[in-house]
């Protein structure tokens, strides 16, 4: 009898879902360009290569407009790709090729290294440190007074974008953003085990990731900024990121990130959800 990997039945379902999930959320969101192109902005981005894959073309359109973007990176992308036992490429090694990779990624998006910054968080563990991150936020934000801040969205199912969604949404609510408007962009949003529960078998967790998902795709508005004429520069920023896009040479057993989970990032527009505060401090989408 033929062995046969279940997940390879459940996969292209889940995948499909994913696209019904973009063009539900796609199909309503009202075209912000224009408006989003301007303004002064801190991107938070969990781990160094999300500023890329949920930024880009916003990075790209404010810096064609002059505006300041500066991009904070809260982890140090230290657990990435390999383990150690096959790549030999570990800890200090890993945390500086990255650090590379997304000052290579932010000069092709037109941000130069000054406006960067590494928190240097561990990689995977931000939950344990939200107190360092909360600080460390409130200082970059007294320093900058960016008056837009876009952070990974709470929806995004990794442990490290859930924390730091979390933290700037608290802060958000207790009004210590100077002021500025938040925005989430998702990322992880586009892989289905966002939305699939832990622990189900294949069936019952495809189906209760369906209808979490469609539950979302419901109530979630987003908003949209167009890629016209800027997805392939968008597409060379990513390839900057090269320890996490499979092409790291000589290290054997090297993965990137899955070309099916990557289409969300290059289609015709990138998505948005304004984070508005309600008048009684709590924040809604
Ligand atoms: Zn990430």
Redesign the pocket.
């Known amino acids: 009898m033929a062995f046969v990997d279940l997940s390879m039945i459940w996969q292209p379902l889940e995948q499909a879902a994913m696209r019904r999930l973009w063009r539900r959320l796609a199909r309503r969101a009202e075209n912000r360009t224009q408006e989003m192109s301007h303004g002064d902005c801190l991107i938070l981005?969990?781990?160094p290569?999300?500023e890329t894959?949920g930024c880009g073309g916003l990075i790209m359109r404010k810096r064609e407009a002059g505006q300041r973007v500066h991009v904070a990176v809260a982890?140090d992308g230290g657990a990435t790709g390999a383990t150690g036992a096959v790549s030999g490429m570990l800890g200090d090694d890993m945390i500086k090729l990255r650090e590379g990779e997304t000052i290579a990624a932010c000069a092709l998006l037109g941000v130069s290294a000054s406006h960067i910054r590494f928190l240097g968080f561990p990689d995977g563990a931000l939950s344990a440190q939200s107190v360092g991150l909360e600080a460390q936020i409130v200082a970059l934000v007294q320093e900058l007074s960016p008056s837009e801040i876009f952070v990974?969205a709470l929806h995004?199912g990794?442990r490290?974008?859930v924390d730091l969604a979390r933290v700037v949404r608290q802060l958000h609510t207790a009004d210590r953003l100077g002021g500025a408007t938040l925005w989430e962009y998702p990322?992880?949003f586009w892989d289905f085990r966002s939305w699939r529960p832990e622990g189900l078998s294949n069936k019952a967790g495809f189906v209760a990731g369906l209808r979490n998902s469609s539950r979302s795709a419901r109530h979630l508005k987003a908003v949209a900024l167009d890629l016209d004429g800027i997805v392939q520069r968008k597409r060379k920023a990513l390839a900057c990121h090269r320890s996490q896009t499979g092409a790291l040479e000589g290290e054997l057993g090297w993965s990137g990130l899955p070309a099916s989970f990557l289409e969300f990032f290059f289609r015709d527009r990138e998505l948005y959800f304004e984070i508005a505060r309600t008048r009684d401090g709590a924040t809604k989408r």
């Open positions: 981005a969990p781990h290569d999300d894959l982890t990974c995004d990794h490290d974008h990322v992880w």
